[in-house]
């Protein structure tokens, strides 16, 4: 059996949020949300599909219509990743850039 390092890498990743997300509402008193924790699984998948898409548009065998979509695909690859960064960010539990004696 042959395992995509993509999916591998993701599913490790999505535990890892997932797990985070966990401690981060047990340290806050709060509940862990199960929506949050699909978003962050989710929003795993899309980094790694964001990075694979990034470098199908680098290799050169990878078929396009014209030399120029290549940039395109490539941007599409980035906007994934940037919009999955964002998911993350939005469902951690931790107060990001802030410090405990900032009120």
């Known amino acids: 059996m042959v395992t995509d390092w993509v999916l591998l890498v993701a599913v490790i ?3 890892a949020l997932t797990v985070g997300h966990f401690f981060g509402a ?3 008193r709060r509940r862990p949300e199960l929506a949050s924790c699909m978003a962050l699984i989710l929003a795993a998948f899309g980094i790694m599909m964001g990075v694979k898409v990034c470098l ?3 290799d050169a065998s990878f078929p396009v ?3 120029n979509e290549r940039l395109y695909v490539f941007m599409g690859g980035v906007a994934v990743v940037w919009t999955a960064l964002q998911a ?4 951690l539990p931790i107060p990001w850039g802030q410090r405990g004696d900032e009120k």
């Open 88 to 91: 993350i960010v939005t469902h």
């Open 13 to 15: 990743l999505g535990v």
């Open 65 to 67: 219509m014209h030399a």
């Open 56 to 58: 199908l548009a680098l």
């Open 26 to 28: 047990m340290r806050g």
